[in-house]
């Protein structure tokens, strides 16, 4: 099972913001898509999800192409998170979970048992088990990421976009996560990060974006050179690599 891009393009006005992008994450990977600022990272993401449609190029998910699919059949291939969800209803985190279902439900029906299995299994997996009932408004912004990313999991999706899920969170809980997300096999995760150390440590493998294109694509130790660093990032780094869970990043300042 695998989502792939086939010569994506989104252009904004006249600006082209992905550029002929061709990549794929496939079940038990975990892909980190980073770059600059501005890059086109969360651009990609969206059109990766569908969320966005591209100019040019498409996405499939297998060999189906999902701008022919419905929403509902959408949903039921890939989960999404955007960054900083907001919502004007005053909804329980249970509620906000319970919207990962709306894909496997009639349109007037009710919540069934296997949907309250599977919010409360995704509420147990983020540890927010006692925090169901909560009112989604008094939530810390680190709760409220914990929160969405239950929502997808009770989704059921076998694919799942996520864009900065590890905003708010402190270092723990980021770590945490992201292991969380590491340890779903049976998923294929594309995640967009800011964090570069984050990534080397939990992601299996990593995309670099540079003016919407992919710059490097492969395991963190083959990517995230000093080179690619330094003509990418603008930074100077030096890099110790142990393997895929030990790589470390020394900052030396910017070039």
Request: aromatic share 4%; glycine share 10%.
């Amino acid at each position: 099972m695998s989502l792939t891009a086939h010569h994506l393009t989104w252009k904004a006005r006249s600006r082209t913001i992905v550029d002929r992008v061709s990549l794929s994450v496939d079940a038990g990977e975990v892909l980190g898509i980073l770059g600059p600022n501005g890059s086109g990272k969360t651009s990609l993401l969206r059109c990766l999800g569908g969320i966005t449609e591209a100019s040019s190029g498409t996405v499939t998910f297998d060999e189906q192409i999902l701008g022919r699919l419905g929403g509902r059949q959408r949903s039921r291939r890939i989960a999404f998170v955007g960054q900083n969800p907001t919502t004007e209803v005053d909804l329980t985190v249970a509620d906000v979970v319970a919207l990962g279902r709306i894909p496997h439900r009639g349109r007037l029906s009710g919540l069934s048992e296997a949907d309250r299995v599977a919010i409360c299994s995704a509420l147990d997996r983020v540890e927010l088990a006692n925090f169901a009932d909560r009112r989604w408004r008094t939530l810390s912004g680190g709760e409220k990421q914990r929160t969405q990313l239950a929502r997808a999991f009770a989704q059921e999706a076998p694919v799942m976009l996520l864009d900065e899920p590890t905003n708010h969170l402190d270092i723990r809980s980021q770590l945490q996560l992201m292991r969380l997300i590491r340890e779903s096999p049976e998923k294929a995760t594309a995640v967009v990060l800011h964090d570069i150390q984050l990534a080397a440590t939990i992601c299996t493998r990593i995309a670099v974006i540079d003016r919407g294109r992919v710059v490097a694509d492969g395991a963190p130790e083959a990517v995230l050179t000093t080179g690619l660093l330094a003509d990418v990032f603008g930074i100077s780094a030096d890099v110790v690599s142990g393997g895929p869970d030990s790589m470390m990043l020394r900052y030396v300042g910017v070039v």
